[in-house]
């Protein structure tokens, strides 16, 4: 906790912890048996309680594989990880080898062709769309190498995107006063105050990349996938960001998943699991 | 809400979007001055067409006319009474007008209708395209001592019309004048040639060489036949007639007036006798009649070939006055229905009472439905041209937008991978479509507007750009483009252009619905 900038982090996300915490739950919603996610309950930003409270995300037996005409090149073949809640895992392998593909099907981005994929005890990989697009929302952050800010909004506007989503005009604009205050908190914890009504074209790679991250922590969510954050940018500022997400990993405890080759990023992280031949090897 | 501004955000920094709000502009805007100059040219035409003619014509359908107009009138009363306001009996038949001018002699094909000054005004407003204020009062076959407008009554700016100079004099002074001025010179006759009295001609006709008189019932009238009987042109005049603006005059290119025949001037009517006698065929005989006033009604077609004579001389001279029981016959009587009275209705009452093989009976509708449906037709020609032309601002708006789903074809993945729906993407350009839709349809709709508002003066000015008249004031003898702005006709081409736009839009925002996030996002 020496840097102020970690500090700020911290502090606001203390703050935010309390100011939403979820409402007490209703007898009905407490007898939901586990395993049934209802629209609602998504919506709310709550989930059912979990049986094994460690495994924030569990795959099991997770199969992909591409149609190349009549070949079927297979990519994930058989993929069986757990992700405890507050863990920051590393996922590392070969230029190809499925690791995109792997976290695409993981945030419900792309469909397995067979397996599973749990979240907090549910199961969301055969989530209708509606429930899934609840889920990337509300419940999931993600960061890309190359950022992928929207070029036509600005760094504000692009960190509120995700609440621009979730809300009608009429709800954003009524909650517009606490939506600006936590975007500009978030630019503040990312040390991009003075960046906030700029265009991404005028930002540099790391600047970028921080505004891409304040965007996916905007609605609160507590797993953070990650493609290889830092394969855009130089040494020092890849180091800067991977201090950032350190930080809040430890203070935040927010769950993270990483996508990289670099084996000396994935030292960063609490584990680091391989991918080899489709398949998962832990170190 | 991310569908709002990214649509915003998108209409601002495209501006290839601009070129499909211009073409959807021009079309809207086209089509309302279309329809505007068209219902306007529709309305005025028809007023001008059902002031002219009335709202039935009761005709015979020969030339010789119906015996006993009378009769046919109380006949008509009794069949459909209730319905009338007004009839007026006429003697429509096709002519020849003859006048002298510095020596050269004009022949123009006519239109000449005997009409009783009397009853006429009960069905049809003749009066008010005449020249002179007490005709148009009532209409009085003698010539006036003067008092004729130089300025056409009808116009809405008279300051911007030519004066008609030499209407000034017109009346009894000029034909005095021109008088004195021919007795003076001693002038071969010319146009007061009495020597071509229709008794002269008939002379050689195989009527007259007839073995018995009394064959012929209208032997002894033929004596009687009226000829100039005057010595005096200063201080006589023949029957009067009323000429059509067109007949009487030539219009410059600059708007102007020159008149060949003046009121107060004679002019020489050939039209065909009846042969009521069947053994007799036809011929045709000539009169002289005094001009007494200019008619105008602004229909081309009607001022250079209506002439109008008092009915009971045109009956006299082509020999439909029967002898013995000194009724006339007619060809047509005219008549005015009561106020809101259903033209169709009593035209089929009327035609199921009078066999058609002698009788038609016309609505002013009927008459120049050929030129109302023409105009009509037109008209429907033009909006589906032009609204071809919104439709191809359609297939304009359906390439952009497919250009910019694939240009933003990653944005897409990355509104997808945030959470946003498939409905939600389509919003966005469905959204841009119904933006651009209206931008372009309400420029176009005030554009329009402004130009329907403003026509005359465009005309002018395109006029003066180009040195052509874009209006020719001589085709229509209208002072203006006539304007009438429909509004549900523009707000169905309003709401018709935005739908377009919309509808284009919707096949590139399904498709931008339904791409994959991840191939989206992997799109280069
Ligand atoms: N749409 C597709 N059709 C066919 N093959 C595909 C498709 N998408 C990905 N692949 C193949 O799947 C394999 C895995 O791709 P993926 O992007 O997951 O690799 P990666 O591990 O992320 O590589 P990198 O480190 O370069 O990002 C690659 O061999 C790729 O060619
Ligand atoms: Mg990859």
Known sequence: MSNPLSIAASQFLREREESERPPRRTDQERNRPAGSTSRASLRRGELPSVANPKALMTARGLKKSYRKGPIQIPVLRGIDLDIRSGEFLAIVGQSGCGKSTLLHVLGTLDAPDSGEVHFEGNRIDNLPAAGRDILRNRHFGMIFQFYHLLPELTTLENVLAPWMIAEGVWTFLRHRRLRRRQASELLEMVGLTHRAKHKPRELSGGEMQRAAIARSLIAGPKLLLADEPTGNLDKETGRQIMDLLGRLNRERGLTIIMVTHDDSIAALADRTVRLVDGRVKEY | ?524
């Open chain 2, 1 to 524: 809400m991310f569908k709002l501004l990214l649509c915003w955000r998108y209409l601002r920094t495209r501006y290839i979007a601009l070129a499909s709000i211009v073409s959807v502009m021009l079309g809207v805007a086209t089509m309302i001055v279309v329809n505007s100059v068209m219902d306007g040219f529709t309305s005025e035409m028809q007023d001008r067409i059902h002031g002219i003619l009335s709202d039935l014509t009761f005709e015979s359908v020969s030339v010789d006319g119906m015996y006993d107009a009378e009769y046919h009138m109380a006949e008509i009363r009794r069949v459909v009474g209730q319905y009338i306001e007004g009839m007026s009996p006429t003697v429509h038949v096709p002519a020849m007008l003859r006048y002298d001018v510095n020596g050269h002699t004009f022949t123009r094909p006519i239109n000449l209708i005997g009409i009783d000054e009397a009853t006429y005004a009960s069905v049809g407003d003749l009066g008010k395209y005449l020249q002179h204020p007490d005709n148009r009062k009532q209409l009085r076959f003698t010539l006036r001592e003067g008092g004729y407008d130089t300025l056409d009554h009808q116009a809405q700016d008279p300051s911007k019309l030519i004066p008609r100079k030499q209407l000034a004099t017109a009346g009894w002074p000029y034909r005095r004048e021109k008088a004195r001025m021919q007795s003076q010179s001693a002038m071969p006759p010319g146009i007061w040639d009495t020597t071509i009295p229709s008794s002269q001609s008939v002379a050689k006709t195989p009527r007259e060489s007839l073995p018995d008189d009394r064959i012929n019932p209208f032997a002894a009238r033929d004596a009687n036949l009226p000829q100039q009987d005057f010595e005096d042109p200063a201080e006589h005049q023949s029957a009067g007639a009323v000429l059509g603006i067109a007949l009487a005059s030539v219009r410059t290119s600059e708007g102007e007036d020159r008149f060949l025949v003046l009121p107060g001037d004679d002019v020489r009517i050939t039209y065909p006798r009846t042969s009521i006698d069947p053994r007799l065929e036809p011929e045709a005989s000539t009169s002289v009649f005094t001009v007494v006033d200019i008619y105008e009604s602004k229909m081309s077609e009607y001022d250079a070939s209506f002439v109008f004579v008092p009915l009971r001389k045109l009956q006299e001279i082509r020999g439909m006055v029967h002898p013995q029981t000194n009724r006339a016959n007619v060809t047509s009587i005219q008549i005015k229905l009561k106020p809101g009275v259903d033209l169709d209705e009593v035209r089929d009452l009327l035609r199921n009472h009078f066999p058609a093989q002698f009788y038609g009976v016309y609505t002013w509708r009927d008459k120049q439905g050929a030129l109302l449906a023409a105009v009509h037709m037109e008209t429907m020609i033009l909006n589906i041209l032009l609204f071809l032309i919104i439709a191809v601002a359609g297939f304009g708006i359906l390439a952009i937008f497919f250009m910019i789903v694939f240009e933003k074809t990653r944005d897409i993945g990355v509104l997808k991978s945030l959470g946003a729906s498939g409905r939600g993407v389509m919003g966005i350009f469905l959204g841009y479509g119904l933006s651009l839709g209206i931008v372009g349809a309400g420029i176009g709709l005030a554009a329009g507007l402004a130009i329907v508002h403003y026509i005359n003066e465009i005309a002018n000015l395109l006029a003066r750009l180009t040195g052509q008249p874009i209006f020719d004031p001589s085709v229509y003898y209208f002072q203006g483009i006539p304007t009438i702005v429909n509004v549900p006709t523009v707000t169905w081409i309003v709401l018709g252009a935005t739908l377009i736009a919309v509808l284009a839009s919707v096949l590139p925002a399904r498709r931008a619905a339904g791409l994959h996030p991840v191939e989206a996002l992997r799109y280069e």
